[in-house]
């Protein structure tokens, strides 16, 4: 049987992979294509990363990182982060991603993903959404907004309807974050995990909350998750992807044992 | 020099890495005298049947591939590679090379797991092999080994005997096939870390016959 997916998630601001609370507050915790390859042999299943570059003129690095980290990890990885057109989505996959993701772009101009999908294929694109928790409303009848900006910006748009629409255009998979629980390190939002879950047919990987194995066993099982993004739990040396898996297993969760 | 078949069906970089990571030399390549000149071939591919028959014939591959099996060039295909070397596909109604007998199927729209929970399609991720055949390639594996896999269809070989291992993904498919001087994936051994670096190798050092 297929095994749920544990994923380490890095940051990376000019080269440099850093973590804060909430968007805010970063601060440096090491070089990416190092941390890349210590997850790499530590049975990391797949990384994500995120490109938190402000500067547009030094968004060139992380193409450099992208390749240095293809080089030595044979592992899929996605890359992500200020993501504006077909040519980005390209340079990235060039350097040696395996995935790209969109996410405030798509919000935009949704045909992102349609054009990606055509031209690279669905499996390469990957739906990045950040969501917050608004409540039920006419507009909003999932009660869970998209929202850009790193949470500042509120886009009127219902979290459900953009997944289900996403899904047509053809994204291949979903990284839902709860911008309420990203950073907090108190659990995931599994009512908003298992309410996209289950009403797209692509996977979904759910973000934002991480703080102990028992968080990813609830949003895996209850969640309905195919895959958890983790960070600040395993970037800090609390636990290791193994001593996560060891858990989930033994909880009866399939994970990947040998690596 | 291992000739690895370019025919506009994905970024097959990542084939190349890999195998350059092991130590062997490699060429992503469609030049037709390069390919006959090869040692061996690694036939991978991302993306959609047809447009992928369409491209090989265009390039005037199909008949070369065709033609370094018969010769007992030793062939590795990976993912739509695998589906490729097959008789027929589901998916764009596609007419294949046929050089293994069998259709490749799409996963039913409604697959469950044993649990009774709904399985997504794709099949996208991590998942083990079983009923595994003595082969020199697969000679390295571990029991619990997991291998990467992204594919909405899979193939279907006539001929248990070209049935090399299978996956379970709410039915039980072939995941590796092959006779003779070919052996084919359907998961990507390029990013299946230590267990599909070791599959590579062992298939840049296969001496078939």
């Known amino acids: 049987m297929l095994s749920k997916r544990i994923i380490p998630c890095l940051d990376v601001r000019e080269g440099r992979t850093t973590k804060g609370i909430r968007f805010e507050n970063n601060v440096d915790i090491g070089n990416p294509v190092e941390m890349a390859s210590f997850y790499y042999e530590a049975g990391a299943d797949e990384l994500v990363f995120y490109d938190i570059t402000a500067s547009h003129e030094k968004r060139n690095i992380m193409i450099d990182v992208v390749r240095h980290v293809a080089e030595t990890i044979f592992i899929p990885f996605s890359v992500g982060g200020g993501i ?30 349609s054009k990606g999908a055509e031209i690279f294929g669905s499996q390469c694109i990957v739906l990045g959404m950040d969501v917050k928790h608004v409540g039920e409303s006419v507009k909003i009848p999932s009660g869970y907004e998209i929202v850009i900006n ?64 028992e968080h990813l066993y609830e949003v895996l099982t209850k969640g309905k998750a195919d895959a958890a ?3 600040s739990m395993v970037h800090y040396g609390t636990y290791t992807v193994s001593e996560i898996k060891t858990y989930l297993d033994s909880c009866g969760v399939k994970v990947r044992k040998s690596w | 020099m291992i000739a690895i078949i370019d025919y506009d069906a994905g970024n097959l970089a990542s084939v190349e890495r890999a195998v350059s990571y092991l130590g062997f030399k490699c060429i992503v390549t469609n030049n037709i ?34 033609q370094a099996v018969i010769n007992g060039k030793p062939m590795l295909g990976i993912c739509l590679g695998t589906q490729i070397i097959m008789e027929y596909s589901e998916e764009n109604e596609t007419p294949c090379l046929k050089i293994i007998d069998g259709f490749v199927k799409a996963f039913p729209p409604d697959i469950k797991s044993k649990d009774g929970s709904r399985l997504k399609i794709p099949h996208m991720g991590w998942n083990g092999l079983e009923n595994i055949k003595k082969h020199p ?36 498919f072939a995941s590796v096939i092959g006779f003779n001087n070919i052996i084919a994936t359907q998961f990507h051994p390029e990013k299946s870390g230590r267990p599909g670096l070791s599959l590579l190798k062992n298939f840049c050092m296969w001496n078939y016959g």
């Open chain 1, 84 to 113: 504006r057109d077909v040519d980005d989505m390209r340079n990235v996959l060039l350097a040696g991603a395996e995935k790209v993701s969109v996410n405030s772009a798509a919000v935009k101009d949704p045909e992102i993903i």
């Open chain 2, 137 to 172: 390639v697969l000679s390295d594996l571990h029991e619990d080994d997991e291998f990467y896999f992204v594919h909405g269809y899979y193939p279907n070989p006539n001929d248990s005997e070209h049935i090399l291992g299978t996956t379970d993904y709410g039915i039980s």
């Open chain 1, 229 to 231: 993004l983790i960070a």
């Open chain 1, 150 to 213: 790193g949470g500042r910006k509120y886009m009127g748009i219902d979290a459900l309807k953009w997944a289900v629409k996403a899904q047509k255009l053809g994204a291949g998979e979903i990284c839902l974050n709860s911008i309420d629980a990203d950073g907090t390190q108190d659990g995931y939002e599994l009512k908003l995990t298992s309410l996209i879950s289950e009403n797209v047919s692509i996977p979904v990987i759910a973000s934002g909350g991480a703080g102990k194995p």
């Open chain 2, 33 to 66: 005298k390069t390919i006959n000149s090869s040692e061996r071939i690694i036939f991978p591919g991302v993306g959609a049947a047809g447009a992928a028959m369409n491209s090989l014939k265009r390039l005037g591959l199909d008949s070369v591939i065709k």
